[in-house]
């Protein structure tokens, strides 16, 4: 049954009402050709699920309001924008970790809830999308909760930092500029009062926040999209340079078509072989993605890139 049809159905009813007409299940099933079974439970939902304050008037045959300053909540939407939103709140529930799921669920629920008794859309798309995340740092609600607010009113923060490379931690005056989720991490990209500059928090590594009266303006001119696509991974804000990975034959098939990176150049050699090129800001995190292909690639360029997956391997040796 589609959306279209009950939204219509919905606001006929509302408007005869209105009109002092007095419908009812008879009246709205002949004006829509429907039975009149569907009728009434369009009648009873109207009542139950929207609030609609109706009364049947038994000497008038029919329905009227009990309170005329009521206005329905009606929002009509597609199938396709329907599905559209439910298909995002699912990803974004998925990516948070529950954090934030329950208030999309919220404001989801209020534009579906007409559609509850004719449809399954909904339990369709949770049965078949879900995103699968590894080796993630998951975010306490209540820091994730704290964060977004001062986000999003521009509100400076204070924040307890547990940095794993020293094993402190310290207090940070911090202006929110983005939130975003990279790989099932939640990280926080802010201008740090005591570093001078922008920086990239995790927010599983934040152990207290608390969001001041102090709003601000930004301090550095930041914009997202040049941020992103400045280099190769999480690891932004230094100078880059271009990194040459070449993979073999085999592996040639399975990288052929992936994008590493927007700037990207590929080349592929006689022998099937593939090479990928894109600038990089920190070797940090291609070393692991290099390591993660064993000898399926090989470092082409930069040489300091080269030494380190050497030395890596040569520390592997010694374990194993």
Known sequence: MGIKNVYERFTWFDNEVRLEKYPNATFLASQFEISRKTAQRDIDFMRDRLGCPLEYQPSKKGYHYVDNTFAIPLTYLSVEELTSLLIAKKILR?????????EISTILNRITNILSKYSKTEDLIEDAISIQSIEFLPAPEEIFKIV???LLKRKRLTITYHSPESEEENKRKIDPYHLFNYRGTWHLIAYCHVRKGIRDFALGRITEAKISDEGFKKVVEFNKENYFSSSFGIYKGGPTQRVTLRFSPVKSRWIKGQVWHKDQEIRI????????????????????EVLRHGDSVEVIKPKALRDLIREEAENLLMIY
Do not use: R
Not at 94 to 102: A, L, R
Not at 269 to 288: A, C, N
């Open 148 to 150: 977004l607010e001062g």
């Open 94 to 102: 998925d990516i948070s970790g529950g954090n934030v799921g329950g």
């Open 269 to 288: 050699l006689k022998d099937g072989s593939l090479e990928i090129s894109f600038p990089v800001s920190d070797l940090t995190e291609i070393k692991m």
